[in-house]
């Protein structure tokens, strides 16, 4: 669970009746912010880097 | 607003006859198409192999596998699905549930008058594009009138909120609307030279990335957590992973044509979008393995899940496999290999042709009233699938990156072909094996629907599903 993510947020649980699916409203894992950033950056890199051969 | 059906009235919002006959027709389709990649992949060792009908020869017979994969096993499952998973989103039945009949054999028609015309020579010319246009008024129509159907019983629906799948399933079908419109009523007829080579990677990769993701995600969301008994890990990574793949999915056609005559600045902007096509794939397979931890002993018990487990981790590989191979370096070493067919295959059937089939697993059983006909079938089902696609996918990769090596040391191009004779065998070997797999696993539902033990009441839940 992210940090800034409060517990009980996070944990809340939605239900949808018809279908029966409970679904978590959930966070954003720590590992997954980090590849987000770095392939954010990475994209800014390659596309100055790349835009002209 | 009125109630919300209860658990032992959820099927009956499901037009039963129509969902059963879009899924036994698609389990034909599911034999059909890969049946004929078969006789394709024995072409490769034996170069006559029925070459002296013309019917029968690569360039016929090609197009029937690719257009009977998408469109005749993918999407004639999603058709099916989507009638079982829109009510029961919804709380309501499907809007004008009679056209639903109307559709299938539309679909069905129109789907078997294409591969007909491929055979026969007529052929549009466009990649996963290619049935003639008065065949494609059929198909646009039966598109336009499913979106029709699945945006009204949206707006009529009963339950407040819309669930993850709706998302995935409105848009797929929006999209490809568009997108089919545009590849066989425009992209033929107009814009010459490299700039249709460059809609064209615009097309092709709406269909893969706008039409058969999305449609497959849509499928795994909504039965992932029906299969785990467990609340779906997170809503939040659901909007990351759907909004990322809309942003960036349209931009990475190109990556078909890097190192051509197309500007320079367009390939970049492709590469960048299928590298940063990371970001809602490992999303969602956060999300997807996120909501079996603690339920893994589900795999034991639930075919649904098995198929659903094993396709996320083909889509793991696939994608990862499609972003990197789209880098200039990769594209070097892995263009005109069959490193490029192992990325189709890893994603179309390892992942979206797996998923549509936990569906079935999870859905026939519980329309039919029956339980599964045969555990021992499901089982043969899922190792033949397993160990066949596991192998044929390891060949594909290893042989293209040899070839592709060959090639870059210099390597005369005969020379190449002949190191690859090994591999074409061993591949075919591996489709041989999924394919019976495949025709056990539809034997055991078109047998459930006829003659399995009825579901005793009142557990109303099917086993091993």
Known sequence: MSGDERPSEAEHIEHYQSADIDERHGSVPRWLMVVYIALGIWMIYYLVQYWRP | ?465
């Open chain 2, 1 to 465: 607003m009125s109630a919300i059906p209860l658990s032992n009235e959820r099927e009956e919002l499901v037009d039963k006859e129509v969902v059963l006959h879009f899924l036994l027709s698609a389990a034909f389709w599911l034999v059909f198409a890969p049946t004929i990649g078969v006789i394709l992949s024995i072409k490769f060792n034996y170069f006559g192999f029925l070459g002296s009908v013309s019917w029968l020869t690569w360039g016929r017979l090609r197009p029937v596998h690719v257009m009977g994969v998408i469109f005749g096993a993918f999407t004639t499952a999603i058709f099916g699905l989507t009638y079982y998973m829109v009510p029961h989103l919804c709380g309501v039945r499907m809007y004008k549930e009679n056209w639903s009949r109307v559709i299938f054999w539309l679909w069905n028609l129109g789907l078997t008058a294409g591969l007909v015309s491929l055979v026969l020579g007529q052929n549009l010319g466009i990649e996963a594009g290619e049935f003639p246009v008065w065949d494609d008024i059929l198909i646009e129509i039966v598109f336009i009138l499913i979106t029709i159907q699945i945006i009204v019983t949206i707006v009529r629906r009963k339950e407040k909120k819309l669930y993850v799948t709706l998302w995935y399933l409105t848009a797929a079908f929006v999209w490809t609307v568009f997108n089919y419109a545009f590849g066989h009523f425009i992209l033929p007829f107009s814009m010459p030279g490299v700039n249709n080579a460059a809609m064209h990677g615009l097309y092709i990769h709406y269909v893969v990335g706008l039409w058969i993701t999305p449609a497959g995600l849509a499928v795994i969301y909504y039965f992932l957590p029906l299969s785990a008994q467990a609340p779906l890990y997170s809503h939040k990574l659901s909007l990351i992973g759907f909004w990322s793949l809309a942003f960036f999915y349209p931009f990475v056609g190109t990556h078909h044509y890097i190192y051509s005559p197309i500007p320079y600045w367009t390939q970049t902007i492709a590469i960048v979008a299928s590298m940063m096509l990371i970001i809602p794939v490992w999303t969602v397979i956060q999300n997807f393995y996120g909501t079996f931890v603690g339920h893994w002993q589900r795999l034991q018990e639930s075919y649904t899940a098995k198929f659903l487990i094993i396709g996320a981790f083909y889509y793991l590989i696939g994608c990862f496999q499609g972003s990197t191979e789209a880098l200039r370096g990769m594209q070097t070493i892995t263009h005109f290999t069959d490193f490029v067919i192992a990325h189709s295959h890893l994603t179309v059937f390892g992942t979206f042709i797996l998923w549509v089939t936990a569906g079935m697993y999870y859905v026939i059983p519980r329309l039919s009233g029956r339980e599964l006909y045969s555990k021992s079938l499901a089982q043969w089902h899922w190792w033949l699938t397993v160990a066949g696609f596991s192998l044929m996918a390891s060949t594909l990769v290893m042989q293209g990156l040899m070839q592709g090596t060959m090639l870059e040391q210099g390597a005369d191009f005969v020379n190449s072909m002949v190191a690859m004779k090994p591999y074409w065998f061993t591949r075919t070997i591996a489709g041989v094996t999924m394919d019976v797999g495949a025709v056990l696993g539809m034997w055991n539902f078109l047998q459930t629907v006829l003659q399995g033990e009825p579901i005793a009441t009142p557990a109303l839940e099917p086993r091993w599903t």
